[in-house]
């Protein structure tokens, strides 16, 4: 199968659905590339639009089958460009496209395409985009920033989007109920809306902004509610439509649109997305990652944010995030950065020289990195940047690197299938494995380095033990793809494996530990999580979260805490669990710290001058306004006496008012007096009416009873008399019956004994006359029987009929109980209107007292408001007053206020210095703290050493007062097992790194002395003892032979 194939099915497997994958092998209809994807209103139509050369148009159905139903060429290969394709909102047949000067509607007619003719423009602009509305309306937007407007396939109207923007293009379109909504390549957002009074028909309602980047699509929930864009910048904003109505004015908004995500890693100069390099901090929630777009990200994981980046001008190849989250190893093409994460910035703290560097990490610990070049490993101290080793192993390129857990061996693993483990105070190799025939990708490794695992390009995955010297190849039971990287948790049983299939999504995949188990359980060992190859992998320091970074440039974070439990499945990362308490340590530079303090001081000299200031001015007006308090008491009580003078007026005049309502007020009482006794006689006659009323009720209920009662004996005794009769008639038909049938019966044996007499007598002619006999009384019998089942079923009517004059008597003594419960209903409807009567009267009482309760209410409110009405004079004058005082000193209070915002920031401003400072103090601290520990064990070692000289003193001493070559030969064996002892405390290449040059040239110094003192004490000795044997064989040969003597020798 070709690309362009391959292509065509991953497209249309995405949007038909997997199941049916297996139709789609047959189709004849390919695309290169695909320029835009639409779905009918309905969801029963699919169609696809394909790109340069063909330009095929295709539509599908989805409820027939894969087939495609038709389709068009739309262009040609030098034609103008197709941009978009959409289904009409009310018919799914009508489909529109629009490109570069080409608009064009299409009709779906007996399974072929028919253009449909369109009165357009003359000379057609570019068309960019366009969206069908609720009716029979679409708009189109151009690259000249004007939407154009088409109802009834006809051109309606031409509007531009506002001034502002005139030179720029509208992206894309999209309609909601009252409009629609349209983009412009600098990144605002129109609402349009429908408006009868305009010319065009629409009118721009709101206007959001999404920064300065090019919004390239827009997407609208069913809903309405929310609104989704895609920026040029590989951003994505939401806005919530259903507060939009709280805006108002002309000046676009920016908070309504909120940051939905934002791209990991752009497409570089080669246009490759691809993260080359992750790595994950232990004291911070950080994560480092590098890629294709020459930029350094650092990530916060917790928080879903982007802490800091950076650019560079080479191509990076690796990244190396160190333990504590303050420093950074980054590879490139032709440098090795130490970076300093000072604040919200990544600063270069020093340079490194070195070419093609593939690898670079820090070590558990983080005291010291490695980086490494083709097929050397290069081990430098962090701090003094001194080169502690020098690694070259085979000819073949390093394709991965390990640090074990106590920073002492490195794992190196080639493509060439070498696996070495070296030991960094030896310099050579401690264990070293050889994998023939295979090309070697990743490697992942227990934290001591026992355990190795490889994978190679046949998607093996291979055991090395480093103790055994035991090789082991296992394949993975989910498939035989080959893995880009992969990385082991700290619990070591489980590895993570990345997928590098190119040009398809991969997933990362989870194997279980030892290989001999089953590998994979549960539903998720598998979880696709990027469109491309996966490239990195990396997981937390207590195997909690795991990250993938892929081709695609997206990362992923998987929450792997529980994965032994679950079945090695992993699931995406969820805040709220697992919280982490990490270090709050920043590193601040210097030049800051200076800058700081002197502003301090700045702002401190200058806060006390604003001090002073202000006081002096507080001083001034405060005499100022205890001269105008004075004056307004003074005018306080000349009012004060003229409104005594006028509140006795009114005391007049309410005594006067008083009289006159008292005259009112009696008048109003006769008035009701009247109306009470009018009421009271109209109760009277409507309680006679209803009592006579209530009595003929009764008369008519007794009645009823009565005849009812009468009916229902007659309706019994009827009823007896004609159930006896049927019973009795029953009884005697049922015995009739019973004796015609035993009559039957009797007759039937008397003539089968007939018979069988008669065919013992006739055996020739029995057979014949038998049949035939039998046949007469079968059809006898068959008579009877069916004389039976009839008088049966006579039986059955009668019984029914019996039953169904007992559900009658039934149903009328169901009748007779609801006539007496609608009697006792209109009893009890009786005794509620008596209720009522004595509610209604209770009443008349209680409205007779709120009426006198009201009219005192409304004497009171009268006064009340003359009152207030004489209030609200005096408090309208002072106000006027007031207000008039204190507009000076509000605008004087805005002033002050003002003033001690700023002053508040210049204070804010020191206090974030002051924390930097005391962040400071504290990382020197710390140092210090360091310093003493290395000063406490260099005292050990000292006293080690000290230790070591006494021992060989002593053993020295021991030799020289030995004189038998036996005792003599012990000695020195000893001596010379205290001298051969595998290390000397203290003397690691790791420790002089740290000690430094000068207590390195000392130490060394005092071993050659010491080796030269022993060497010549020695040599001593072996004189001696020649001599001493020479005496002794001299004193032996006088008492024995030759012989004797040399075996006493040992020769």
Known sequence: MSRTQRDAKFLL????????????????????????????????????????????LVLWAFDRNTQPIASVKTSTDSGPIVRQVQFS?????????????????LRLVDGHFKVVQLNSQKDPPNYLCHCW?????????????????FEGLEFKSAFSIPATEVHSAVNCLVSHSKGFICCSCSGMLYLYERARDEKTGFRCKYKLCAGASSIIHLALSPSEESLLCATESYQIYTAALSNIDCLRGEEPCLECLDSLSSSFQNPGPSGSSRVVG???????????????????????????????????????????????????????????????????????????????????????????????????????????RNLVAMLRGDDGQICDMKWDKNDQRILSVTRNGVIVVWKLSWGAPEYEEAI?????????????????????????????????????????????????????????????????????????????????????????????????????????????????????????????????QRGNSFSRHDNASHATEFSDEILVAKAAIVTGIHELSTHRARVDGLMAKHDYQVRLKQTKYDDRVKLILEQYHVEAERDEHERLQLLNLKSDLELEYQKRLQALEAKLDIGKQQLRRCYEATNEAETLRMQTLLDLQDDWVRSWTQETQELCASHKQRASRLHACCADE????????????????????????????????????????????????????????????????????????????DNQRDESRALHDRLNEQADAIKGLEREIQGHKKEIREREATLADKDRRIFELKQKNQELEKFKFVLDYKTRELKQQIEPRETEISGLLRQFGEMELELGQYHTANSSLDLMIGELRLKMTSLYKET??????????????????????????????????????????????????????????ITGRNGANTLDRDRQLLERNKKTLLQNRLCHFQMHVQEHGKLLALRHPPSVILTQLGY
């Not at 509305?133 to 151009?142: I, K, R």
């Not at 303050?326 to 970076?339: A, K, R």
């Not at 002619?765 to 006999?773: C, F, I, K, S």
């Not at 038998?964 to 595998?982: C, P, S």
Request: hydrophobic letters at 40%; glycine letters at 6%.
């Open 13 to 56: 497997t995405m949007i038909l659905g997997v199941k049916r994958c297996a139709c789609m092998r047959s189709l004849p209809y390919f695309f290169c590339q695909v320029v835009c994807v639409a779905f009918s209103a309905d969801s029963k139509y699919c169609l696809a639009q394909g790109g340069h050369p063909e330009w095929n």
């Open 89 to 105: 909102s009310q018919d799914a047949l009508i489909i529109s496209l629009t490109g570069d000067k080409l608009l064009k509607i």
């Open 133 to 149: 509305l609720f009716d029979d309306e679409f708009v189109t937007g151009t690259e000249s920033g004007e939407i154009l407007l």
């Open 278 to 384: 992750i790595d994950v901090s232990v004291w911070k929630p950080w994560i480092a990652t590098c890629g294709e777009d020459r930029f350094l990200r650092i990530w916060n994981y917790h928080q879903k944010t982007a802490e800091s980046a950076r650019q560079f001008a080479h191509r990076l190849t690796t990244v190396s995030l160190h333990p504590c989250g303050l420093f950074v190893l980054l590879g490139c093409e032709e440098n090795l950065f130490q970076l300093n994460l000072v604040l919200n910035a990544a600063c270069i703290g020093r340079e490194l020289f070195g070419r093609s560097i593939t690898h670079c990490s820090f070590s558990s610990g983080g005291q010291r990195f490695a980086t490494t070049t083709n097929t050397l490993i290069y081990v430098h101290s962090l701090y003094t």
């Open 436 to 564: 023939s025939h295979v090309l070697l990708k990743t490697a992942a490794a227990t934290p001591d380095l026992t355990s190795i695992y490889t994978m190679a390009d046949d998607g093996r995955l291979r055991e090395a033990h480093a103790d055994t010297s035991r090789l082991a190849a296992t394949s993975s039971p989910m498939s035989h793809e080959p893995a880009s990287c992969m990385v082991m948790s700290r619990s070591r049983d489980t590895i993570f494996v990345g997928g590098c299939c190119p040009r398809r999504p991969n997933s990362v995949r989870a194997i279980s530990l030892p290989l001999g188990s089953t590998c994979i359980s549960g539903t998720n060992a598998e979880y696709v999580c990027h469109a491309s190859e996966v490239s990195t992998l990396a997981i937390l320091h207590d195997s909690r979260l795991l990250f993938s970074a892929g081709a695609d440039g997206s990362v992923a974070v998987f929450d792997v805490s529980n994965a032994a």
């Open 734 to 809: 049922i015995q009739h019956e019973q004796h015609q049938q035993n009559a039957v019966i009797q007759e039937t044996l008397e003539v089968r004994i007939a018979c069988k007499t008669m065919a013992s007598l006739v055996e020739t002619d029995g057979d014949y006359e038998t049949a035939q006999v039998r046949q007469s009384y079968q059809a006898k019998l068959m008579l009877e029987h069916a004389h039976t089942v009839a008088l049966r079923a006579d039986n059955a009517a009668m019984k029914s009929k019996s039953s169904s004059m007992l559900q009658d008597v």
């Open 936 to 993: 406490d064990h260099h005292r050990k070692t000292m006293s080690a050493y000290a230790e070591d000289l006494i021992v060989l003193r002593m053993a020295l001493r021991e030799c020289s007062e030995l004189y038998t070559h036996r005792e003599l030969k012990r000695g020195i064996q000893k001596l010379r097992d205290v001298d051969t002892r595998a290390d000397w405390p203290g003397c690691s290449p790791a420790e002089s790194s």
